[in-house]
């Protein structure tokens, strides 16, 4: 029987997300798109000074190889054989900066996380040199100038980090978003480890045109990067070099890709004006636009959805970035201490059915799309003597259901024809209020597939269809048939828009909060 059923399975692809608060190695039958086993370790996120979160690029990597190991002693319970894992994609927690010594192999500073907010005098800085006629970094990179992107932490630890400086000088570092630091490591790392990215992730670095595909010459110099530790830029379904150790010693590594471009993809919207929308640590809609760059007149961002193959073409996408989401929960968890897992939320929130007046903006990163004021702080606003936790959580899963429902009026107005449903994935789709709650808020039907690991299957996707792979078909004929979950609204139409118009105003109040930034000293 064991043997019978090794020999049913066919060829299996792996894959590994890292996101911003987890890592997870996942493997999928490439046939079926089912999941077959997988396992996720939680990644400690540091908060050295206000406003300031990195994470440790070791502790990363030791959680990319503890997740695979874990993952094939699964495999191996359950008598699948682990020799039948052709090909493994990569998919990331996009714009956290890595820089790395070549030599040593060792990490020179922190990762500094997107979510960080130290560059903000960085940032204005710069801004004095755009001209006001001719905004060339957006124009080229389809973003605003803003600390989310990797560029100006890069600039900013080259300011700031006297070791960085020192083995730059010395033609020692390399510069790297997470997927690079994985893909170099698990590649051999400095005994031959391959230095690449893929365009979607050097979409998001703001030193890339995502018109020409290649660095740009004039965006390195305005912000001062020298492009000699930059990585290669590929496409996002090619092999760019083997395992060199652990359970899969061999296995090609042929799939990469930004993680909302990831999840884009395993929810299968290649057409023009398909959608998605993942709950993540922050919240992000992705809309694919086709061949061209639509650039948002509403505060959205212009991307790379992605490039499936070296000769393959380029596909680009809208989208609206929430800083906060799952992020918010955590904090209700680890700051506040008013549940012990994230799950409880629900238990909270389900008490009570209402936030009763109260709202909370969790600007804790200033606030994205459609806003983009890095100024805004947290707020919690309209409390009464009658507030309590339940109140709170319920206020706070409102949250991210009134951020996407900004995100998606933008996104409207941008494309013209409003999305009839939305679809949705990630972690926090688990939790069945939520989605009502954005069904309501929407005033749209909201759909999920009943495999929430939609980023980790987009890289799974791409990985296993590479050239030289093969085991994974993106013909429209052959993607497997997806389950789904429908949420119908279920409140009237007229107290959906009274709870977002005093959403809004409460945005207001959380806007221009920091007035000075506050003095940011060098490291030694």
Request: hydrophobic share 40%; proline share 4%; net charge negative.
């Amino acid at each position: 029987m064991a043997a019978a059923k090794k020999a049913v399975l066919g060829p299996l692809v792996g894959a590994v997300d890292q996101g911003t608060s987890s890592t997870r190695f996942l493997v999928f039958n490439s046939k079926t798109a089912e999941l077959l086993s997988h396992h996720q370790v939680e990644i400690k996120q540091e908060f050295p000074r206000e406003g300031w979160v990195e994470q440790d690029p070791k502790e990363i990597l030791h959680s990319v190889y503890e997740c695979v190991e874990k993952t094939c002693e699964k495999l191996g319970q359950l008598n699948i054989d682990i020799s039948n894992i052709k090909a493994i994609g990569v998919s990331n927690q996009r714009e956290t900066t890595v820089v790395w010594d070549k030599l040593t192999g060792e990490p020179l500073y922190n990762a500094v996380v997107w979510l960080d907010l130290r560059t903000q005098s960085t940032v204005e800085s710069l801004s004095k040199r755009i001209p006001g006629n001719n905004n060339f970094v957006k124009s080229k990179t389809g973003l605003p100038l803003s600390t989310y992107f990797s560029a100006v932490k890069l600039r900013w630890i080259l300011d700031n980090v006297r070791k960085v400086q020192k083995a730059v000088e010395e033609n020692r570092a390399l510069f790297g978003t997470v997927d690079s630091w994985l893909i170099w490591s698990l590649t051999g790392g400095v005994n031959g480890g391959v230095h690449c990215t893929d365009v979607t992730n050097a979409s998001r670095t703001m030193l890339f045109n995502i018109h020409s595909l290649e660095w740009d010459k004039e965006l390195c110099e305005f912000f001062g990067i020298p492009m000699e530790i930059l990585p290669n830029v590929r496409s996002s379904s090619e092999i760019y070099g083997l395992m060199k150790a652990g359970a899969l010693e061999g296995v090609p590594i042929s799939g990469c890709l930004g993680d909302q471009s990831a999840a884009l993809v395993g929810q299968m919207c290649f057409q023009d004006g398909q959608a998605k929308n993942t709950y993540g640590t922050g919240c992000f809609l992705l809309c694919n636009t086709g061949h061209k760059c639509v650039f948002s007149e509403h505060g959205l961002l212009t991307t790379v959805a992605y490039k499936l193959g070296r000769n393959k073409p380029v596909f680009y996408a809208l989208e609206g970035s929430v800083a906060i989401a799952g992020a918010v929960i955590r904090w209700l968890r680890d700051n506040l201490g008013i549940i012990k897992t994230s799950e409880e939320i629900e238990k909270l929130a389900k008490e009570v059915g209402t936030s009763y007046g109260c709202y909370f903006v969790p600007a804790f990163s200033g606030l994205y799309a459609p806003y983009w004021d890095p100024s805004a702080r947290g707020i919690i606003c309209g409390l009464t003597q009658f507030t309590n936790k339940c109140h709170i959580a319920f206020a706070a899963l409102e949250a991210v259901c009134f951020q996407t429902r900004e995100i998606l009026d933008a996104m409207n107005r941008d494309c013209g024809i409003p999305l009839s449903h939305l679809q949705v994935d990630g972690g926090m789709t688990s939790n069945k209020i939520l989605m009502q709650l954005q069904a309501d808020i929407l005033y749209i039907p909201v759909v999920k597939p009943s495999m929430p690991e939609t980023t980790a299957l987009g890289a799974a996707m791409a990985a296993g269809a590479a050239e030289g792979v093969g085991v994974w078909s993106l013909e429209p004929e052959d993607l497997s048939a997806v389950t789904m979950e429908r949420f119908e609204p279920q409140i009237n139409a007229e107290e959906s828009e009274i709870r977002y118009s005093t959403w809004k105003k409460a945005v207001m109040k959380s806007m221009g909060w920091v007035t000075t930034q506050s003095p940011e000293s060098g490291i030694p």
